[in-house]
């Protein structure tokens, strides 16, 4: 009986594993199958089996990788990391890959699974000084970050763990205050926009862009006196002047040369870009009714500055017939008020780097003094004395040349003194190109 018993054990024992290998082998078989891609190390694709041709194709691969610096960028700025301070253990890898392609011992009839693997490597400390020059960089976690980026041997930037950008790790680089000129309350919607705004590095700032969800809310005016003191902040930056319109007038605020014209339904924009190494941070505020805008950015940008170059243009005189003014009177239409050139010049400093550009040129035209006169008085100039000489000298005249001479002066008078005819002459206006060069001028 004892030795049945073993018989029947024995053969249940063999039913089970005859049972666990149906239901294991197939299952393995199929995983084998299915995954037929090649094997990687490091995102490199291993075809050949030989473990001094695995190094070999790796070394190749990590080699070409070397030739770039490892690039970070983030909001708060990028900077590049040399290839140098990352060590890769080739021949540890290589083992580790081996190790993982053969089948278990327990499981001889498995097939070698397709593997994945990343490069053994050992980040650099000298690379913890580099990452600190930026202040919002999390140095352990930016450090793991790069770490990832060079176990797969990946060619894009890098993207860093940040702090949330806030003035108190910044330099004020440039502030404008200006007294608002009339009590507008649509600014308030412009200063909830750009307060705390960051601009990263390259990042374009588009005033219409920006404004398009509030335009309906904000009057012209307070529009062209915001966009005006945002320009003056981002002079005194590292900035490019991507598009910016002039008001052709001088306003009440600021310098001439600093005023914008910003317009929906005309498109004119006012655009400028962040070209510096670091990011840029504004704030802005009413206070005490004046509207103040700051920016700020890291400790290490460059000085930055602007003047303004004025040149007068004088306004021209207008004389204009009026009959209804007596004999020898005169009356002031409009006054006089002198145009400009102006120049807009930016001046970029730091230790080794000192230049200058021309940022806009405008002209704003002068209005003419314009008198009206009496058209019944007789306007004498150069040419009215000549002919009153010849006609003194001509006293001795026969009598018929004097009628006649008489007649013709008659009918020249006049001529001179129909306002018609005069105050035509008299209205044409000089005409200007956009420069501010004289096109056109009727006295000259």
Do not use: C
Request: charged fraction near 25%; charge should be negative; avoid cysteine.
């Amino acid at each position: 009986m004892k030795l049945k018993h073993d018989n029947f054990r024995g053969i249940g024992i063999g039913l089970i594993f005859l049972l666990l290998v149906q239901l294991v082998l197939p299952t393995t078989i199929g995983m084998a199958e299915n995954n037929n891609k090649n094997a990687t190390i490091g995102g490199v694709a291993i075809t050949v089996k030989k473990e001094s041709d695995i190094q070999s194709v790796l070394a190749k691969a990590i080699a070409e990788w070397k030739n770039h610096p490892i690039l970070i960028k983030g909001q708060s700025g990028s900077m590049e990391i040399p290839t140098e301070m990352i060590h890769f253990n080739i021949k540890e890898t290589v083992k580790t890959y081996l190790k993982e392609s053969k089948a278990p011992w327990y499981k001889p009839w498995k097939k070698r699974e397709v593997i994945h693997l990343p490069l053994s490597i050992e980040v650099s400390d000298d690379i913890d000084p580099l990452l600190r020059e930026n202040p919002f960089f999390q140095i352990k976690e930016t450090r793991a970050a790069i770490a990832n980026h060079a176990r797969y041997l990946q060619t894009n930037h890098v993207e860093p763990v940040e702090k949330d950008i806030t003035k108190d790790l910044m330099d004020r680089k440039a502030f404008e205050i200006q007294q608002i000129p009339k009590s507008r309350t649509s600014l308030s919607a412009l200063v909830a926009m750009l307060d705390g705004m960051v601009l990263s590095q390259n990042e374009t700032f588009s005033f219409l862009e920006r404004t398009k969800e509030i335009t309906g809310a904000i009057d012209i005016e307070a529009r062209r006196f915001f966009s005006s003191v945002l320009y003056s902040v981002v002079l005194q930056a590292e900035t490019t002047i991507l598009e910016r319109h002039s008001q052709n007038k001088i306003p009440n605020y600021l310098q001439p040369g600093i005023e914008v014209d910003v317009s929906q339904r005309l498109q004119k924009d006012f655009a400028f870009q962040n070209n510096g190494n670091s990011p840029m941070l504004f704030n802005a505020k009413i206070e005490n009714n004046n509207l103040l805008i700051e920016l700020y950015t890291l400790k290490n940008a460059k000085k930055v500055t602007y003047s303004v170059i004025e040149t007068k243009v004088e306004p021209k005189t207008i004389y204009r017939l009026s009959s209804k003014l007596k004999n020898n009177q005169s009356k002031v239409v409009e006054q006089g008020k002198v145009g400009y050139r102006v120049t807009v010049y930016r001046t970029l400093q730091d230790e080794s780097y000192d230049a200058d550009e021309e940022v806009s040129r405008d002209f704003y035209a002068p209005v003419h003094k314009v008198i009206e006169v009496s058209s019944r008085e007789e306007i004498t100039n150069d040419s009215n004395s000549e002919d009153s000489d010849s006609s003194d000298s001509d006293d001795s005249s026969s009598p018929n040349d004097s009628g006649s001479q008489g007649k013709n002066s008659n009918e020249n008078k006049d001529n001179n003194n129909n306002p018609e005819n005069v105050e035509n002459d008299a209205q044409e206006e000089i005409i200007y190109d956009k420069g501010g060069n004289v096109i056109y001028d009727p006295n000259a």
